[in-house]
């Protein structure tokens, strides 16, 4: 029989995927009426892990901190949109598809982003191909598993029919244009390539009998602290962006809307969400002091002190780095990817469905 105190600690650690929803400014009720299987494909922004269970390459503390006080190979202080979003369903973490220790549990999906995966070129580790390609393994010896062992861990063929796919893809082809010294001009002339890259990536999942698509747009990479840090000659816009990197975001994310509107209407029953995580994150930087963060495009992690504290000798968790005090609202952690609080506040307006195209709930591939 468990003691009085660690009765309380297991109904606790049973409640925390409910108690984290309450730290989101709008939180949303799950109405999931069968377990939420999803399927993850993207970078850095979306990596749970992925690359140190790939590559081994380190990802050192004060990475983890704020929530899981150590290191899970996460580029942030805590938790990530993604594992936000998974809360919001009741939903646990996904694991890597790379973990092999731990005893990863696939039961509710499995996560293919990895660090500085992009489209392009094609056939290396990590580009989007290949993520796709680790899918049709993976979901091959998963249905041969559940045929041939009856495992009760793996997921079915209707699981994966009824799973979300979820795509966050294309900051890192844009950023790698930009850092190869490309015009303008000849960054723009790469767009089409990246999205018929995610349109080949969404139909082959369709064929695979993959139906609920979430596909998220970039982000402003001209906020970036990283971006605005390395390049020397800065045309700024009125919050002190760079505007050419954030006005070719912005043509590829017009591009992504238009593809997500051509496949809807191509794809029978098809459900294709597309949501403008760059207008949040824009507003985000633009009314920092609203929403009750201060200097939005300041590392948090990393060296050199304002306006920027970003240098590419010394990044967060190597040696040298300097990191705010916990509980510090910034917006960036590290210079390229967000903290916790500003994940969170990201996530609460995906989650309000305001962003998103057509109008629809995260929820809605498990609550029909």
Known sequence: MLSHSLSHFF????????????????????????????????????????????????????????????????????RLLIDLLCQSLNAGFLSPYLDSLGGPKFTNGANFAVVGSST????????????????????????????????????????????????????????????????????????????????NAVKTLYNEGGRNFWIHNTGPLGCLPQKLSLVQDKDLDSCGCLSAYNSAAKLFNEGLRRLCLEMRSEMKGANIVYVDVYAIKYDLVANSTKYGFSNPLMACCGYGGAPYNYNIKVTCGQPGYQVCDEGSKLVSWDGIHYTEAANTFVASKVLSTAYSTPRTSFDFFCSG
């Open 120 to 199: 392009l070129p094609r056939y290396v580790p990590f580009s989007l191909n290949i993520q796709i390609m680790q899918f049709l393994r993976f979901k091959a010896r998963s249905i041969e598993l559940v045929t041939t062992a009856g495992s009760g861990n793996m997921i079915d063929d209707e699981a994966f029919r009824n799973a979300l796919y979820m795509i966050d893809m294309g900051q890192n082809d844009l950023a790698d244009s930009f850092s190869k010294n490309f015009s303008y001009a000849q960054v723009v002339k790469r767009i089409p390539s990246v999205l018929r890259e995610i349109q």
């Open 11 to 78: 109904f606790f650690f049973l409640l925390l995927p409910l108690l984290s929803l309450l730290f989101l400014p709008h939180p949303v009720l799950c109405q999931c009426k069968r377990p939420p299987v999803i399927f993850n494909f993207g970078d850095s922004n979306s990596d749970t892990g992925g690359l140190v269970a790939g590559l081994g390459f380190p990802v050192n503390f004060p990475n983890g901190r704020t929530f899981f006080r150590r290191s899970t190979g996460r580029l942030s202080d805590g």
